[in-house]
């Protein structure tokens, strides 16, 4: 009896998806805390985005260092919803900076929209915005450490060097992810290109290319016979603003704006 071999054992059916059901389970909880995770680092981000009243003028932004550790996480987050590595240029967080925008912003009411409009500016204003020259993990304390531990050989070379270029990649994802945020502001804000055509024209003394950046805004909205934006061109040909002087445009900026009285 004992030398008989074992019988088979015939798991019901429901048993046999038991494994997929177990991958499920795996993938909902993985997807659920990442989706936690970037909701948190949305929120802290947008705390570090609150312009301070005191350079309110200047667009200065709260707390620059928030952001950079915040948009950090975001991409991990990104590249983890990917199945991909930092390294991969492929990751961009541009899609949810919108998504963030565009879920923190009423656009029917203009007290929440303004406030919106500024942050906005100001991180696409100077499209790193000394982010990741000010606060890059290649600038840590911790860093300029194994850094030294290399050179004295009590760490290996390798290490550091692999680390510094995990770093190197995932900062130059965040300064391509603010410069390409520049391109999607009229996207994000149709019915506002006027008004962040003016908040760029503000900043021109900081950066001369701000003053094209407006220009191209203006004529944006004046070619969708916007009677601002129209304004906003004749003056620019009146003082050569962001393009040359020139009486011919002015005058038919001047007809075109006349026509929509």
């Not at 906005?120 to 840590?140: E, G, M, N, Q």
Request: proline share 4%; charged share 25%.
């Amino acid at each position: 009896m004992g030398n008989n071999p074992a019988t088979p054992v015939n798991f019901p059916s429901s048993s046999k998806a038991a494994p997929k059901m177990y991958r499920n389970w795996k993938l909902h909880l993985k997807t659920n805390s990442l989706n936690k995770s970037q909701s948190k680092a949305i929120n802290q981000m947008l705390q570090g985005l609150r312009i301070d009243g005191k350079y309110y003028d200047e667009l200065k932004i709260n707390n620059s260092n928030k952001v950079y550790k915040y948009l950090k996480k975001l991409h991990a987050i990104n590249a983890e919803n990917l199945d991909r590595k930092l390294s991969d240029k492929n990751v961009s967080v541009v899609d949810v900076l919108i998504g963030v925008f565009s879920s923190s912003i009423n656009l029917k009411r203009l007290t929440n929209t303004e406030p919106a409009l500024k942050a906005l500016i100001a991180i696409t204003a100077r499209p790193d915005f000394d982010l990741v020259d000010r606060y890059s993990d290649c600038k840590t304390r911790y860093h300029r450490m194994l850094e030294g531990l290399a050179r004295i050989r009590l760490m290996p070379s390798s290490f550091v060097e692999g680390r510094t270029k995990k770093i190197e990649a995932q900062d130059e994802q965040i300064r391509n992810s603010l410069s390409e945020l520049r391109t999607g502001l009229i996207e994000l804000f149709p019915n506002h290109t006027v008004a962040v055509g003016d908040l760029f024209h503000e900043l021109r003394v900081r950066n001369p290319e701000h003053v094209e950046t407006a220009f191209n805004l203006f004529r944006q909205a004046a070619d969708r016979n916007d009677s601002e934006g129209m304004l906003r061109m004749m003056r620019a040909y009146i003082h050569g603003l962001g393009v040359d002087a020139d009486p011919q445009k002015v005058t038919e900026w001047t007809d075109k704006y006349e026509a929509t009285l």
